[in-house]
């Protein structure tokens, strides 16, 4: 069976309903989602289960799987799927916790004015060079007002950027964010920065141990493990049966069920 059976399947969606952070809007994260999928064939052809736990794992986040969005994308790392949390889903997952009042991300370039405070007196001043070429980009920050009055911020110079991208699995291949939308990723990736020192929820810190994980190149296994659990290998939907097969409507598929307490599995 292909992706887009699976996904047009009763029983997949009834149970990607049952554990999506919005079930209302399932209909759209699938429509959103195959024409990701039909406008990469290379992701679509992905091990199947690795893809499933992608798009489940999105589905638990709620993110869509749009480029265009920039909520979260679909990326391989070999056959295997990988499920890379952009900028603004980032910043979704944030002001969901009601925890963030107010985020800013800029780019800092070389003829900026910028000095940055630590300590009692920590903050940041920047003033964009608008009246002339501001130059080369030297890194980006992350500024937050939390509800408590707080405040916190987050830089990262290029070069430690440069070094996160190094150790990205992800990044050479074609398909990836940070080969199409690099600045953007520069933004997530200082976000997740800060974000990770706040701690704003346990969906953001779960979502932020997922991402770490692409980059450390051993999600895929954590999203077979979550795709699994939805759709039944390969091996198994086409073992001959000892008895006489049973005719299944066009499209469907064998899902397992929920466990009888009808949770979903922990990610992380």
Not at 69 to 98: D, F, P, V, W
């Amino acid at each position: 069976m292909n992706i887009f059976e699976i996904l047009d399947s009763n029983e997949f969606k009834e149970r990607l309903s049952s554990v999506m952070l919005e079930p209302r809007k399932l209909e759209r994260f699938l429509a959103i989602a195959k024409t990701e999928l039909r406008n990469n064939p290379r992701i679509a052809s992905c091990e199947i289960k690795s893809l499933c736990g992608a798009i489940v794992q999105a589905a638990q986040f709620g993110l869509e799987l749009s480029n265009m969005q920039g909520h979260a994308y679909l990326t391989s790392r070999g056959n295997a799927c990988q499920l890379i949390i952009g900028y603004k889903g980032m910043l979704a997952l944030g002001y969901r916790s009601e925890k963030l009042l107010s985020l800013e991300v800029q780019k800092v370039c070389k003829n900026d004015m910028f000095k940055r405070r630590h300590g009692d007196n920590k903050g940041l001043e920047h003033e964009p060079n608008d009246k002339e070429d501001r130059g080369e980009v030297i890194g980006y920050y992350a500024y937050a007002h939390l509800f408590n009055h707080d405040k916190a911020f987050e830089y990262m110079s290029m070069d430690d950027i440069e070094k996160l991208k190094k150790e990205a699995h992800v990044v050479t291949t074609p398909n990836s964010p940070w080969v199409k939308f690099e600045e953007a990723m520069c933004k997530k990736t200082v976000i997740r920065q800060l974000f990770k020192y706040l701690s704003l929820s346990a969906e953001m810190d779960r979502a932020i141990g997922l991402d770490e994980m692409a980059d450390a190149g051993v999600q895929s296994d954590a999203l077979s493990k979550i795709g699994a659990d939805f759709v039944k290998n390969e091996e198994n939907m086409t073992e001959a049966p000892s008895k006489t097969p049973e005719v299944l409507p066009e499209g469907w598929s064998r899902v397992d069920e929920v466990n009888e307490d009808g949770e979903q599995q922990d990610l992380l």
